[in-house]
């Protein structure tokens, strides 16, 4: 796999989430999947203005 991060920060991200309590964990999960989701709309959106999108803001 092809990363810009050192295996040694890499490291370090990987401890502090296996120190963080679930419930957060869960919380950066969910948020990370509602922007993703949110880009994938706007991309949609600039190559496809006449389209609608439902269940988006």
Same mark, same amino acid.
């Given at each position: 796999? !092809?990363? @810009?991060?050192? #295996? *040694?920060a890499q490291e370090v991200q990987i401890e +502090? =989430? %296996? %120190?963080? &309590? &679930? *419930?957060? $964990?869960?919380? +950066?999960?969910? @948020? =990370?999947?509602?922007?993703?989701? *949110? =880009?994938?709309?706007?991309?949609? #959106?600039? $190559?496809? &203005? *006449? $389209? +609608? !999108?439902?269940?988006?803001?």
């Open positions: 796999m !092809i990363s @810009d991060t050192s #295996r *040694e +502090i =989430l %296996r %120190r963080m &309590p &679930p *419930e957060k $964990r869960l919380a +950066i999960s969910l @948020d =990370l999947g509602a922007m993703s989701h *949110e =880009l994938l709309v706007q991309g949609v #959106r600039a $190559r496809h &203005p *006449e $389209r +609608i !999108i439902y269940g988006s803001k």
